[in-house]
T-cell receptor, first 109, second 113 residues
Framework: ELKVEQNPLFLSMQEGKNYTIYCNYS?????LYWYRQDPGKSLESLFV?????AVKQEGRLMASLDTKARLSTLHITAAVHDLSATYFC?????????FGAGTTVTVRA | NAGVMQNPRHLVRRRGQEARLRCSPM?????VYWYRQLPEEGLKFMVY????????ESGMPKERFSAEFPKEGPSILRIQQVVRGDSAAYFC???????????FGQGTRLTVV
């Protein structure tokens, strides 16, 4: 069974500073997803990472994948308030997504 | 092209009642997946359906839960005789193929009182 661990579970960020969220998974995965969820809302797909060494960036967010270490990171550059949300990573074999527990991010001034 | 549509968005049921959750996949998507999110947790896979067929129901509780995806109409997740522990957000996702990214609906938040 594919297990996914995320850390930290809670992250209080100061505006303007950089932070990283880590996602480890237990067995081989086809793809690695990062999602954002705002309270009471659905999941918004941020990144899909397909291969070892993949790096994707969108605005202040950058995601990377190391398949040998079974590790993905989500790096946040110069945090701003509107990045406050819960971030999930999910690994997949075939169709089934296995989610981490999520990282709740709060950005303070 | 409308996204994945789920209804109702919020559902309140008394213990022992039945809950029916509906999911209309995106146009052109014949693969549907249901996930459950308990408070403060990540999503957990429940079931994967392709038109008229259950492909994988390994995440479904053995009793009281069932799912279908008929030839016509939405996919239905049915929970009989609900208990407080069934209170959760239930998300549906769809994809055009099992190997492609699935897109999530807004979810149905079930509260059992």
């Amino acid at each position: 069974e594919l297990k996914v661990e995320q850390n930290p579970l809670f992250l209080s960020m100061q505006e303007g500073k950089n932070y990283t969220i880590y996602c480890n998974y237990s067995t081989t995965s086809d793809r690695l997803y990062w999602y954002r969820q705002d309270p009471g809302k659905s999941l918004e797909s941020l990144f899909v990472l397909l291969s070892n060494g993949a790096v994707k960036q969108e605005g202040r967010l950058m995601a990377s994948l190391d398949t040998k270490a079974r590790l993905s990171t989500l790096h946040i550059t110069a945090a701003v308030h509107d990045l406050s949300a819960t971030y999930f990573c999910a690994a997949t074999n075939d169709y089934k997504l296995s989610f981490g527990a999520g990282t709740t991010v709060t950005v303070r001034a | 092209n409308a996204g994945v549509m789920q209804n109702p968005r919020h559902l309140v049921r008394r213990r022992g009642q039945e809950a029916r959750l509906r999911c209309s996949p995106m146009k052109g998507h014949s693969h549907v997946y249901w996930y459950r999110q308990l408070p403060e947790e990540g999503l957990k896979f429940m079931v994967y359906l392709q038109k008229e067929n259950i492909i994988d129901e390994s995440g479904m509780p053995k009793e009281r839960f069932s799912a279908e995806f008929p030839k016509e109409g939405p996919s239905i997740l049915r929970i009989q005789q609900v208990v407080r522990g069934d209170s959760a957000a239930y998300f549906c996702a769809s994809s055009p193929d099992r190997s492609l990214e699935a897109f999530f609906g807004q979810g149905t938040r079930l509260t059992v009182v």
